[in-house]
Nanobody, 126 residues
Framework: VQLVESGGGLVQAGESLRLSCEAS????????MGWFRQAPGKEREFVAA????????VYADSVKGRFTISRDNTKNAMYLEMNSLKAEDTAVYYC????????????????????WGQGTQVTVSS
């Protein structure tokens, strides 16, 4: 499985960005997908996740109401719409996939995700 993120960049506080994650190598519609991020000097943390069909999503409290995760199984792609960006959102953002579970609510646990992208940098200036 290959995951490739794109869409990162440098923006000012209050602006928006849309990240994309394109997947290949396995049937995308059978994957649970997640976004994680790692800020300089900090541990990687959960951001958002979405189940196979896109009917269930979960968010970290820090991004709830500002970020929206979605997926298009016809395009083998997942997205993260980020609005009202803050300086504390600055991080490398990673997409991740897991194919083991079929549960309705997607996992927030990093160790449950088997495949990871290389990351895309998001920098928010204040």
């Amino acid at each position: 499985v290959q995951l490739v993120e794109s869409g990162g960049g440098l923006v000012q506080a209050g602006e928006s960005l849309r990240l994309s994650c394109e997947a290949s190598g396995r049937t995308f519609s059978t994957s649970v997908m997640g976004w994680f991020r790692q800020a300089p000097g900090k541990e990687r943390e959960f951001v958002a996740a979405i189940n196979r069909g896109g009917s269930s999503t979960v968010y970290a409290d820090s991004v709830k109401g500002r970020f929206t995760i979605s997926r298009d199984n016809t395009k083998n792609a997942m997205y993260l719409e980020m609005n009202s960006l803050k300086a504390e959102d600055t991080a490398v953002y990673y997409c991740a996939a897991e194919y083991r579970s079929s549960r309705y609510f997607p996992s927030q646990q990093q160790d449950e995700y088997d495949y990871w992208g290389q990351g895309t940098q998001v920098t928010v200036s204040s």
